[in-house]
């Protein structure tokens, strides 16, 4: 089977924008990297259900997000002052597009017009106050999308809060809950158990994943055991980054920049407890990405600093990687899409 694989890049080197490359299972292989769209920082990407893509872009300096149509074609962009966001996601229900933008602390909300163009319609900065980590010196909202039952959950690394606002049918935000972590956590992105109401938040700067009961009624969160994804050996730098479940929910996977590793959780039945499963390294440096392929028999992770993507086959029985192929290049790649 040949899966195709959007890859999402910092454009500060070799890379020219938003690529694409082929995941052959027969092979069991990486192959035909493809530069689809010339851009400017496409750091993180969206497809929607109708094949629009919509990624972070810079423009004359000014950051904000571009729209493609289905053949990568560019359709608009909208741009502020100010740097780009760090994350995009798509609320397909009411054909919205959401952003996070680290440096502003912001979160911003544009809609999907009939003709495919986007327009901002709404955006919230964060205020609250920072946390003791050097890193957080102010708010850095890192993500922002839907919970279960269609709230948006924001994630801010600077102020250590997990933020919940209803969202309009235009794509108004209010906010209705907000969660403080422990100081010094970093929240950066979370992913939700696909049948229970459980989130699993992956703390950048703490390298911990946390486990979150979410109340539908009040969109409050409340906070469950926290884990260490490194081991207990271990010093020097590290920084939290991706964290994905399988869709049977029962393992999670995160990965660890500075230690290089992807680590592997399994998930109990009734979600509130993880037991430590595997920690493989993820052959190259800075893990920023990585995804699981829809048969959920492959793992392709994204290298920042050394350019390259690694290939692993996943045991769907046990949840363990063994590595098949590395140095597979990919300019600057920190976003990897299955399409």
Do not use: W
């Amino acid at each position: 089977m040949l899966t195709k694989i959007l890859l999402g890049t910092y454009t500060k080197n070799k890379s020219q924008g938003i690529y694409s490359i082929t995941l052959d299972t027969q092979q069991e292989d990486l192959r035909d990297l493809t530069l689809i769209a010339k851009e400017v920082g496409p750091t993180y990407l969206a497809q929607s259900k109708a094949g629009q893509l919509f990624n972070v872009t810079s423009v004359e300096g000014k950051g904000g997000i571009a729209s493609y149509d289905a053949n990568y074609h560019l359709v608009n962009t909208v741009t502020q002052e100010g740097a780009s966001p760090c994350y995009v996601a798509i609320d397909e229900n009411r054909q919205l597009v959401y952003s996070a933008n680290y440096h502003k602390g912001q979160v911003a909300v544009y809609q999907i017009l009939a003709d495919g163009q986007i327009a901002l319609v709404d955006e919230v900065f964060h205020h609250d106050p920072v946390g003791p980590h050097e890193n957080q010196d102010k708010p850095h909202a890192h993500y922002a999308d839907l919970t279960p039952d269609n709230r948006l959950v924001a994630c801010d690394l600077g102020t250590d809060y997990v933020y919940t606002y209803d969202v309009s049918a235009q794509g108004k935000l209010t906010k209705v809950a907000s969660l403080k972590l422990p100081a010094g956590t970093g929240p950066r992105h979370l992913a939700f158990h696909p049948q229970l109401d459980i989130a699993y938040l992956f703390g950048e700067l703490n390298s911990t994943i946390t486990i979150l009961t979410y109340h539908r009624k009040t969109g409050e969160f409340s906070i469950g055991a926290s884990y260490s994804t490194l081991p207990n050996d271990f010093v020097g730098f590290n920084s939290g980054s991706a964290v994905h479940i399988t869709s049977d929910g029962r393992f999670l996977y995160g990965s660890n920049r500075g230690h290089n590793s992807i680590v592997c959780f399994e998930i109990s039945q009734d979600g509130q407890q993880l037991t430590f499963n595997q920690r493989i390294q993820s052959e190259g440096d800075f893990p920023r990405d990585f995804a699981i392929d829809p048969s959920e028999e492959y793992l392709v992770c994204a290298h920042q600093n050394s350019d390259n993507l690694t290939l692993f086959y996943r045991d769907k029985q046990t949840g363990i990687l063994s590595l098949l192929k590395k140095d597979i290049y990919a300019p600057e790649c920190v976003c990897v899409k299955f399409i």
